[in-house]
T-cell receptor
Framework: AQSVTQLGSHVSVSEGALVLLRCNYS??????LFWYVQYPNQGLQLLLK??????LVKGINGFEAEFKKSETSFHLTKPSAHMSDAAEYFC??????????????FGKGTLLTVNP | ETGVTQTPRHLVMGMTNKKSLKCEQH?????MYWYKQSAKKPLELMFV???????ENNSVPSRFSPECPNSSHLFLHLHTLQPEDSALYLC?????????????FGPGTRLTVT
């Protein structure tokens, strides 16, 4: 089974600073990787995903992530944080479940705080 | 309505009550999911309905019972819950059969068991 580790349950940055949220995964097969964001009192919204092809993936709201197979990592970055980026971020990997069905295995999440 | 909707958004119930959570997806998907999100724990997949086939997580207590009458609707029936069942219950949908397909989530139902 796949697993996901998000380093740092809480990351705090200043407005305008670089955002770096770390995600490492374990997978016995080429992984499909996802980043989701959850704003307070809302569900999860897809930020970006990696399936195949280019290892640098661009998503919504200026976020991007780079798949590094040798490091089994899929870190999320944004060059300049906005106050509106304050939320919880989840990294996930796709996994087979129940034979032919697929599920997402999530990390524990990283709460991003943006200070003015 | 667009995307994935869930009702009610908040629910308080006693341990002897019976209630149901409802989820509806307007995306034409054919797989639907229930997740439990508790504080400081990873999201836990509870149930999957894929191409009208139910796939169960064996660790889910029998006091949770899903129902999927068609590909657009999903219910979670609750009875004799415990306080530790208090959590945010998220519904999601996707296209079945491809691991690269992302899941789309509803806003969740915040459940409190008293």
């Amino acid at each position: 089974a796949q697993s996901v580790t998000q380093l740092g349950s809480h990351v705090s940055v200043s407005e305008g600073a670089l955002v770096l949220l770390r995600c490492n995964y374990s997978s016995s097969v080429p992984p499909y990787l996802f980043w989701y964001v959850q704003y307070p009192n809302q569900g999860l919204q897809l930020l970006l995903k990696y399936t195949t092809g280019a290892t640098l993936v661009k998503g919504i709201n200026g976020f991007e992530a780079e798949f590094k197979k040798s490091e089994t990592s899929f870190h999320l970055t944004k060059p300049s944080a906005h106050m509106s980026d304050a939320a919880e971020y989840f990294c996930a990997v796709s996994d087979v479940w129940g034979g032919s069905n697929y599920k997402l295995t999530f990390g524990k999440g990283t709460l991003l705080t943006v200070n003015p | 309505e667009t995307g994935v909707t869930q009702t009610p958004r908040h629910l308080v119930m006693g341990m002897t009550n019976k209630k149901s959570l409802k989820c509806e997806q307007h995306l034409g998907h054919n797989a639907m999911y229930w997740y439990k999100q508790s504080a400081k724990k990873p999201l836990e997949l509870m149930f999957v309905y894929s191409l009208e086939e139910r796939v169960e997580n064996n660790s889910v207590p029998s006091r949770f019972s899903p129902e999927c009458p068609n590909s657009s609707h999903l219910f979670l029936h609750l009875h004799t819950l415990q306080p530790e069942d208090s959590a945010l219950y998220l519904c999601a949908s996707s296209q079945a059969g491809q691991s690269s397909y992302e899941q789309y989530f509803g806003p969740g139902t915040r459940l409190t068991v008293t």
